[in-house]
């Protein structure tokens, strides 16, 4: 009796514990299978972040462009909740792949499963996405309360 109440024991912690980790399970994509469905490919400094109802806008300076033609500042979302959220910290670097929100030029979206990750450790990807296409100069950041304008 105490065996099979172990193993049912086992087998219930295996499949919720399975369920938990399969809702984030992403397919393995390659630098370039990544960009090639992306609308946007870039590397970017976080600015400053915003939350508000499960979702967090980030204010980015963007540095590097591989795919897409955007401004040197633009905004990129990403979920808060669940088991799949994703954030992006100020004053981080990152190499982001985004997709376009299609509500405004300067909004994009990425997740937890598409390749987006700090600068220093995207490595291999900027090695196989090989040179920009162009580079913006450094431009002076925006203040806090810009991003909070733009997020209406």
Not at 104 to 116: A, K, N, P
């Amino acid at each position: 009796m105490k065996a099979t109440f172990a193993i049912a024991f086992a087998l219930l912690a295996q499949v919720l514990s399975a369920g938990a980790s399969s809702a984030c399970s992403c397919a393995v994509k390659t630098p370039l299978d990544q960009l090639a469905i992306s609308d946007l490919v870039i590397s970017g400094s976080v600015v400053s972040t915003v939350e508000h109802d499960g979702v967090s806008r980030a204010l980015v300076a963007v540095a590097d462009v591989w795919k897409g033609t955007p401004g040197s500042m633009l905004i990129v979302e990403t979920t808060t909740v669940g088991s799949c959220q994703f954030l992006l910290s100020p004053g981080t670097k990152y190499l982001i792949y985004g997709l376009s929100a299609e509500v405004d030029d300067d909004l994009f979206r990425t997740h937890v499963c598409m390749r987006t990750r700090p600068a220093d450790q995207a490595a291999e990807d900027i090695k196989q996405l090989g040179p920009p296409l162009f580079t913006f100069t450094p431009v002076e950041l925006i203040s806090w309360g810009t991003i909070k304008l733009l997020y209406r």
